[in-house]
């Protein structure tokens, strides 16, 4: 049983950055993608940012250039690096990874960005 734990939101104001981790447990972490999605209110989820098992990155257009997603196999852990922060980056954030058909979610950590 794959098991996802993010942790990191915080309100922060506008500019600033924050450092989201997820913690993976019950899996070969090494061998899959992980993805960071994010849900605003009354809207749908949406995806931010997809890692390889080989490290190949992939953002959404609305966060190229401010977020950096990252892994790191040894601890079972995938990051993503938020900078330059927005209103409209306000939202919950998840972690995710796909077994087949299967999709694992975590709990969500809230990321409020607002002065």
């Known amino acids: 049983q794959v098991q996802l734990v993010e942790s990191g939101g915080d309100l922060v104001q506008p500019g600033g950055s924050l450092r989201l981790s997820c913690a993976a447990s019950g899996t070969i972490f090494s061998l899959y993608a992980m993805g960071w999605f994010r849900q605003a209110p009354g809207k749908q989820r949406e995806l931010v940012a997809t890692?390889?098992?080989?490290?190949?990155?992939n953002y959404a257009d609305s966060v190229k250039g401010r977020f950096i997603i990252s892994r790191d196999n040894a601890k079972k852990t995938v990051y993503l690096q938020m900078n330059s922060l927005k209103p409209e980056d306000t939202a919950v954030y998840y972690c995710?990874?796909?077994?087949?058909?299967?999709?694992?979610w975590g709990q969500g950590t809230q990321v409020t960005v607002s002065s």
């Open positions: 890692i390889t098992s080989g490290g190949t990155t």
């Open positions: 995710n990874t796909r077994r087949g058909n299967v999709d694992y």
